[in-house]
């Protein structure tokens, strides 16, 4: 029997488990990482029955095993920020939720309080410790599906999912412009705009990003595509639909601003998410389409894009 919180994580031995050493409880019946079981024995943050112990200990049937997370200090404090929240899913280990637009994942020197890391702590009822993990990010100006763990565990696992087919995101953007192909994969590497705090662009020297894409429609001007990332560069797909003339509508960053029809946001949204639960192992699948995609049969974001 294993429990969870975001300080520690304990494990009660079973009767089969009697004899086995430390470590074998932490990986194999706990799922510790090697590395986060190398990082907790450095600093002696392995316990058995609440005491301090090595790895190579025996346990016994009925012994409690523990972990200790390291617990980092946020670099800005959480703040209140209340807003309605559009959770899909919620469990002690996991939150999926609908990300509006705009709003910063993250909080940040510009958005110390209007920040969706704030909004999930006041949503959370303000709790002490509070420490935001994200799974994956969204820029301010993308809206839609994120994954956030609960725990440091949950974290950890999620993110060994991403950019494997275990953890898949699909996206829905308007562009400026129509491809010349109607499906294709955009393979060009992504670096930094030297002197840019957060421009990118495309790079020899960058690295290797990969986008897949599919035009869904398309009304002579504009195209509403269908995109899936093999790699999770800052900016990859509004970079990459910007380098093939196509940029997304309404980013300020690569294409032009439209205000009027994305007031402080784009035409760009995370529209399906495919993982499976960092502690149970079920697949989990989420669906999210946005108003401007206009109407959209769900059944479009499972294409092939051969």
């Known amino acids: 029997m294993t429990g969870l919180d975001n300080k520690r994580m304990d494990h ?18 706990m799922g510790v990482s090697y590395s986060a079981l190398k990082s907790a024995k450095w600093d002696g943050r392995i316990f058995l029955n609440g005491e ?18 390291p617990q980092p200090t946020p670099v ?128 020899p020297d960058g690295k290797r990003s990969v986008t897949r894409y599919r035009v869904l429609q398309d009304d002579g001007k504009h195209a509403l595509m269908l995109l899936e990332l093999e790699t999770g560069r800052t900016h990859q797909i509004r970079v990459h639909l910007s380098a093939i003339g196509c940029p997304v509508r309404g980013d300020f960053l690569y294409g032009t601003e439209q205000p009027d029809a994305f007031p402080g946001r784009f035409a760009l949204h995370s529209a399906m998410l495919e993982m499976e639960h960092p502690i149970t192992g079920k697949p989990l699948c989420f669906i999210s389409l946005p108003e401007w995609a206009g109407p959209l049969g769900t059944d479009v974001l499972f294409m092939d894009f051969d």
């Open 12 to 29: 009660v031995v079973l009767p089969e488990e009697e004899g086995r050493r430390v470590r074998d409880i932490l990986r194999r019946s």
């Open 52 to 69: 301090n112990v090595l790895t190579d200990t025996k346990v016994r049937e009925g012994d409690t095993v523990s972990i200790l997370w």
């Open 76 to 203: 800005y404090q959480p703040r209140k920020y209340r807003i309605p929240l559009d959770i899909r899913y919620e469990d002690g280990h996991l939150i999926i939720l609908n990300k509006p637009a705009p709003l910063a994942s993250q909080s940040s020197r510009n958005h110390p309080d209007d920040s969706l890391e704030n909004a999930v702590y006041t949503y959370l009822g303000c709790p002490e410790g509070f420490i935001y993990r994200p799974v994956n990010r969204l820029d301010r100006g993308t809206s839609g599906l994120m994954a956030i763990a609960r725990t440091p565990h949950a974290q950890f696992q999620a993110q060994q999912q991403l950019h494997t087919p275990r953890f898949r995101r699909r996206y829905l953007a308007m562009t400026d412009g129509i491809p010349e192909k109607r499906t294709g994969v955009i393979d060009m590497p992504i670096g930094k705009v030297p002197g840019a705090t957060v421009k990118r662009t495309i790079d």
